[in-house]
């Protein structure tokens, strides 16, 4: 296990709600990453936060959001549900170098996941 | 664009044959390539690759990186049961620590 923990494991949601999902990142890491799997495919990256900013950001429209908390935990906020959000959630924990691209240096540690439905 | 592509999809072998997964990529400025195995969920991590024909082992997986080529392999030797997974591969590149995914080997290994 690699002490990167996500919640909840699994969730149904229907067309036009908003979902929140939770992740706390390995300790002593800094940096967490948010990744879509669709089913068949490998992991997309949504974006990342470091430090409690955002730093980087994939092709996801605005509806997807985040923050993260001082103690480095981070959540992954999905409004106006899509059936195509329908996917495992992933996050990735890792540690970041000030002034340089995060999670570089250092392989990134996923969690379990969160297997979102959308009906 | 950055890509990743890997090959063969899918894959059937019996236990004790030797396998090869190939992945390719086309990124700006890379940086490394990563190898993951993801059984149920979590991938977990293998290789992090970032010097051209340096292999890497660890126990009966073993991979190696080809920057001319821009492609990598892993080889799994004396294949088990429990190595029946999708293997990812990843590529960073120096702007950014995101990981950019080939869509994944599926390997079934029967005994």
């Known amino acids: 296990e690699t002490g990167v923990t996500q919640s909840p494991t699994h969730l149904i949601k229907t067309r036009g709600q908003q979902v929140t999902l939770r992740c706390s990142s390995q300790s002593g890491h800094n940096t967490v990453s948010w990744y879509q799997q669709a089913l068949g495919q490998g992991p997309q990256f949504i974006f990342q936060y470091y430090r409690e900013e955002e730093n980087g950001r994939g092709n996801f429209p605005p509806r997807f959001s985040g923050l993260q908390f001082p103690n480095y935990s981070s959540e992954l906020n999905v409004n106006a549900l899509e059936l195509d959000d329908s996917a495992l959630y992933l996050c990735?924990?890792?540690?970041?170098?000030?002034?340089?691209?995060?999670?570089?240096?250092?392989?990134?540690?996923f969690g379990p996941g969160t297997r979102l439905t959308v009906l | 664009e950055d890509k990743v592509v890997q090959s063969p999809l899918s894959l059937v072998v019996h236990e004790g044959d030797t396998v090869t997964l190939n992945c390719s990529y086309e990124?700006?400025?890379?940086?490394?390539l990563l190898w993951y195995k993801q059984e149920k969920k979590a991938p977990t991590f293998l290789f992090m690759l970032t010097s051209s024909g340096i292999e890497k082992k660890s126990g009966r997986l073993s991979s190696i990186l080809d920057k001319k080529e821009l492609s990598s392999i892993l080889n799994i030797t004396a294949t088990q049961t429990g190595d029946s997974a999708i293997y990812l591969c990843a590529v960073t590149s120096s702007n950014t620590g995101k990981l950019i995914f080939g869509q994944g080997t599926t390997l079934q290994v029967k005994p």
């Open positions: 990124v700006t400025n890379f940086r490394s």
């Open positions: 990735a924990s890792s540690l970041g170098i000030a002034g340089g691209p995060m999670g570089l240096y250092n392989e990134q540690f």
